[in-house]
């Protein structure tokens, strides 16, 4: 009985995914001819250039990754407002968003994916741990790939020309947190927890090199996984160790409940994050146990930069939330493949790669230069504290804060 | 020592809610030999209903006692509704289908069910209010707050309730009769669809409740918060012996109690050569032990003759 009443919608839903396969195959259908017939000869036509987007868009940090995406749309939006031309084509920026849950191996599938699609550019992915897979194969058909967030050294260590980052690595990154936490904070004795993503366990290593050059001891280097909310058995062990500080390599979904476990357990040590941190979710998921709380970020404050303002409330006018933590990267990282592309005067990737590591633009959070590895020249790191509920600029260190 | 009595408590703790969760799965198990891999989303669902109830009721300005109460209750009915319609569109139609149709339609089901909830709540994580009062008791140097003994208690409660509903109620025994013999149940005049629904209902009651610990303790509720909760719950009722009432709650805090003392001593233990790294390498390593020596679970015993 039940199983008769449940037939008769099996042909509708096969009609209706039908239909909805023939419009997306339409589009695809309409795409390609668009693209092809603009050619020099029929130069009338509006050349269309795709961008793809890679970062998680489900999964625990989604939340950070939807953030990514929309940095990504208002450069597009902006670019395709600003009426660009090249090779005397009006462009029609597009974007092509691709989720990649944080996963290496979908990484990769996404990537593939991206170039079937014959993008001529990638901004991605969020975590080093997809971006590094993903990678090879953007090296592989040498499309361009700017990633706004991925800070792990071994990303631009491959030599990969098409490789570069518009964020300070976990190399200057650690350095600088490692030297905080034991000269200004004071640290004797360290405890480190990472998440044992590429990023968690990179960044964590940096800073135990950084802390221990600068004298301090680390009592315990302990492990969780980016999924995990309950931290209270390695706090607990962490405890036994008394250490004056903890440093958590990971993103803020486990920040948060680990500054409450912290304080429930009782441990008085203070707590510093990297960029995964540094977010307005940290402090909201956190309450009261936030308070104090450091995290860093590369750049300088957005407020200090010219233009860092007006893209923040721009931002929160368009998406009705503030910015949660890369957004304005992916605005640059935009940017800097668009003024490669203008400078080229061709949006093809073999044409304009070789300029993108000449570029010099003047973007929302710095002054974005590549050195020849494909990383961010200069790379100043701020740190913050949270203050009576919100993030304040403590200091920027590292190489010259413009 | 207070480290070790603070990683028991710690056990116990994540070990009550592991028991609760598994004893959805291990109660449709029992029932219909099924694993129901949506049940972890409904324990997701139920701390997000509870959620959106309790921001509401207090933002009405009602007392936060009886906020907790109407957000419990509303989180149950809700679930209970969920779990039936689960049970109605999902498996019903598949009871008598190959084992591994409805075992598909679980899995799509929890992906159906993630990605409603990330439509409806967000991607973003929600802060979960603050209802009872954390501040920290000392119990011989180890620290535990009321959230943690309301949770404990509360799970000891519920357990005893099930136990009783299942052994001495006509209810439970017409489940037992279910699990039984499908066919001789419904030949004695056992209403057998009513008896999955309710079974369900119940299941997802309890699933409800364990949201609403899992978030109140942590603090915090995600859309994606049932699946590693969903998986580590029925990995304990496998422990336990799955199908079996008391393998769950054994299983749950078992499981609970090896992975707290396993991210704690485990560096101590191989002298800093593993860490806390492999606090769930651990605790799957008790598990594939325990089903070398004892294929169907520390209690379990009736699997053999079922499959």
Sequence with gaps: MPFRFARPLLPAILTLSLVACGNSSNEQAAMPAQTAASTPTESAMVLTVRIGASAPLTGPQAHIGKDNENGTRMAIEDANARGISIGGQKVHFELLSEDDQTDPKTATIVAQKLVDAKVNGVIGHLNSGTTIPASRIYHDNGIPQISPS????????????????????????????????????????????DDRTAYGQGLADEFVKSAKASGAQIVAHEYTTDKAVDFTAVLTLIKGKKPDLIFFGGMDPQGAPMLKQMKALGIPAKFVMGDGGYTPKLIENGGAAAEGAYASLPGVPLDMMPGGKDFAQRYEAQFKQPIQLYAPYCYDAVNVMIAAMQKADSAEPAKYLPLLGGISHDGVTAKIQFDEKGDLKGGAVTLYQVQQGKWQALETLGAAAQ | METFLQQIINGLIQGSVYALVALGYTMVYGILGLINFAHGEVVMVGAMLSLTALTALLGWGVPPALALALGLLFAMLGCMVLGYGIERVA??????????????????????????????????????????????????????????????LAALGIMAGLMFVVHRTRLGRAMRAVAENQHAAQLMGVDINRVVSITFMLGSAMAAVAGLMVSANYGIA?????????????????????????????????????ESLGAGYIGDLTGGFMGSNYQDVFAFFVLIAVLVFRPSGLLGERIAERA
């Design chain 2, 91 to 152: 498996y019903r139609p598949l009871r008598h289908a190959p084992r591994l149709a409805p075992l598909i339609t679980a899995i799509g089901m929890s992906m159906v069910l993630q990605n409603l909830a990330m439509m409806i709540w967000g991607r973003e994580y929600h802060a979960f209010p603050q209802l009872i009062d954390n501040t920290p008791h000392v119990i011989a140097g180890a620290i535990v707050n009321d959230i943690q003994i309301v949770i404990f």
């Design chain 1, 150 to 193: 991925a800070t792990a050294v071994a990303y631009t260590a491959q030599g990969f020309n098409t490789a570069f980052r518009v964020m300070a690595n976990d190399g200057q990154q650690g350095k600088v947190l490692g030297e905080f936490a034991t000269k200004k904070l004071g640290a004797k004795k360290i405890a480190v927890i």
């Design chain 2, 222 to 258: 995600h859309y994606y918060m049932g699946f590693l909760l969903g998986l580590k719950a029925f990995t304990a009722a496998v422990l336990g012996g799955i199908g079996n009432l008391r393998g769950a709650m054994l299983g749950g805090m078992l499981l609970g109690l090896i």
